[in-house]
């Protein structure tokens, strides 16, 4: 019986191989929310919230996007120099960083118009630098096929952050130790992922030559997906930026533990999924009847959870995490249309836009959409009104992913048969 059940095809077996991680990384951090919700305050979690959100802005930058090349190469060699190209660039755009941080600790406090992050400030460069070695591991191991070790990464990071969340939530660290607990995930899924590289064998491939002519012949990475992946980011972390501007640091912790209940989910099955997607894309003839093969199974199955979820959401929360965060499931479901949109975005649109290289189109779409968020905030910070400005951003955000979504379409059906 079980052998029945069990996926026949290498796409699906690989699917779910990450779900299966994602699936035990996603859950436990979910499972002990309600026990973070009582020892934290909204306040620390808009603490989180804001060095997310400037780690996020910064971490897009640190590799210089060259990670998303290692999987274009057909020869491993290749493929290895932009590794090694990618993880130089982690630590020499990290180290600038903290020697700017050092110089200008004061001007920067006074730029973000909050002293309460000076004592965290100093920790982004180790976020960020973390966070460019993982992405570059994350990709290289994902050319090899090697599924397990990056479902083991996820349930790691995820286990180890959400113990120390509840340790230092109960010694009362505040929004400190929600950061704190963060980077020593990240410390073990790097490390997971570390024990898996044949160093010797990436030793043996390093070419400096060749890294350097890689380097220019995937220039579009740094120059144009760059720009757009910093104002994705930035687009993703301006809410944060102006609710804790014009409302409270209160309702920016509210706003991003309403996301981060919605995304974390969405974005690790999403990854899971988009990881084998594009591994599988580069290789598929028929790109065009794969595409939209895929593209109908994901929506059956996902579509109705999400309409189920937006019905129940406000109650939901205030029943799971407690009355005061009734809230947050206000803010959920405002904001489901727009998150359904971008978990479909991420499983498909991504890939599109790398395989056949329209970074300046979705960087484009970017802009847009940072310009949206920038204008429907402050509409809703004119009129005093933050479900106004977050209607406006998922209703304006929302349209402009749809039509990426639209053209992914268009690219793959009139490209058909060229790559």
């Not at 118009?113 to 460019?132: A, V």
């Not at 030559?209 to 995937?218: D, E």
């Not at 904001?335 to 479909?344: N, S």
């Not at 402009?400 to 690219?411: A, C, E, N, R, T």
């Amino acid at each position: 019986m079980l052998k029945k059940l069990k996926p026949k095809s290498e796409f699906s077996q690989n699917v779910l191989t990450l779900m299966t991680g994602t699936t035990i990384a996603q859950s436990i951090p979910i499972a002990i929310s309600p026990i973070l919700t009582r020892i934290y305050t909204p306040e620390d979690f808009g603490v989180l919230a804001l060095f997310v959100s400037i780690a996020g802005i910064l971490s897009v930058a640190v590799t210089g996007q060259y990670e998303l090349a290692i999987m274009l190469p057909k020869k491993d060699d290749y493929a290895a120099n932009i590794l090694i190209l990618s993880l130089t660039l982690t630590f020499i755009i990290s180290l600038v960083l903290l020697c700017l941080i050092f110089l200008f600790n004061d001007e920067i406090l006074q730029l973000l118009h909050n002293s309460e992050i000076s004592e965290w400030l100093y920790m982004i460069p180790i976020t960020i630098m973390l966070t460019g070695i993982y992405n570059s591991l994350n990709y290289w191991l994902n050319r090899n096929k090697n599924y397990r070790t990056l479902s083991d990464a996820r349930v790691y990071q995820s286990l180890i952050t959400s113990f120390f969340n509840v340790s230092f939530g109960v010694i009362k660290h505040g929004g400190f130790g929600l950061i704190l607990s963060s980077l020593i995930g990240q410390l073990i899924g790097v490390y997971v992922l570390l024990k898996k590289i044949n160093f010797k064998k990436l030793y043996q491939y390093m070419n400096k030559l060749k890294i350097i002519s890689l380097s220019k012949k995937y220039r579009k990475f740094p120059k144009i997906t760059v720009p757009h992946a910093i104002f994705g980011a930035t687009s993703t972390g301006l809410p944060v930026f102006m609710i804790i501007y014009y409302f409270s640091s209160r309702e920016a912790g509210f706003f991003s533990f309403s996301s981060k209940m919605v995304m974390m989910p969405i974005g690790l099955i999403s990854n899971a999924y988009y990881q084998v997607f594009f591994e599988s894309f580069t290789k598929e003839k028929n790109k065009e009847k794969f595409f939209k093969r895929k593209f109908i199974q994901v929506n059956k199955i996902f579509l109705p959870i999400f309409l189920l979820l937006w019905f129940v959401f406000p109650d939901l929360f205030g029943f799971v995490f407690g009355e005061e965060w009734k809230i947050a499931g206000v803010y959920s479901q405002t904001l489901l249309p727009l998150f359904y949109l971008k978990f479909i975005s991420n499983l498909f649109t991504t890939t599109v836009y790398i395989y056949y290289e329209k970074q300046f189109e979705n960087f484009m779409l970017s802009i847009i959409i940072a310009v949206m968020v920038l204008v429907s905030l402050l509409i809703g910070a004119y009129f005093h009104n933050i479900f106004l400005g977050l209607i406006l951003m998922s209703i304006s955000n929302g349209i402009v992913i749809f039509y990426k979504i639209y053209q992914s379409f268009k690219f793959v059906k009139n490209t058909s048969g060229y790559y």
